[in-house]
């Protein structure tokens, strides 16, 4: 149980141990796909809360870059756009057409499935993603007041990746995936079981 008795003074390694574990495990069960960012989160969200680590839920836009000198083919990907501000058709029954990531209290974006990208764009080799949000992030990311649904915030990466880059945006209080099946307990419930079991 090294990682948890040092998450409290460098939480890093245990997240990306459990995003690292929960995607190896999306992978086994899915033929390689990764394209559940509900059901990953959702997961990601019940561990931590059973290691007694807030978190909660975001709706972002994540864009991964290639590299720079990129052939002229090899364009960004984007999970979770929010459009251009015209009004899109709905979603497939049982889909949602947001991408899910984790916030928590300690300030860290969780991202279990940033992966997904390269099924149709081999050439980012995206993987997990985990990283440290600026100190001055809590106040936009949590501090949301009632009813102000609008406001966003912006932040970007270099990744760990070869000259890869990420950036999210963020959609604080839309709850849309909440009516999705893969948020339902029961689809997880073997998810979390697996992953608090790797910690052992």
Known sequence: MTLL?????????????????????????????TGF????????LEVLNQLELP??????????????????DHYPCALGSDGDGT?????????WRG?????????????????QVNESNPWLEARPFVASIAPDFPVAW????????TWHALASWQTPWPSTRVRYLA????????????????????????VLSELH
């Open 5 to 33: 008795s040092d998450s409290l003074s460098n939480p890093e390694p245990l997240y990306r141990h459990l995003v690292t574990t929960l995607n190896q495990k999306l992978r086994s069960d899915s033929d390689g796909r």
């Open 37 to 44: 960012c509900i059901l990953a989160t959702a997961t990601l």
């Open 55 to 72: 978190a909660q839920p975001l709706r972002v836009e994540a864009v991964v870059y290639p590299p720079p000198g990129r052939p002229s």
């Open 87 to 95: 009004r899109r058709p709905a979603a497939k029954p049982d889909h």
């Open 99 to 115: 991408h899910l990531a984790l916030v928590t209290y300690d300030n860290f974006l969780l991202d279990a499935t940033l992966d």
């Open 142 to 149: 949590f501090g949301l007041e009632p009813g102000n649904e």
């Open 171 to 194: 959609f604080p209080g839309r709850g849309g995936f909440k009516s999705a099946p893969d948020w339902r307990p029961s689809h997880r419930r073997e998810l979390v079981e697996y």
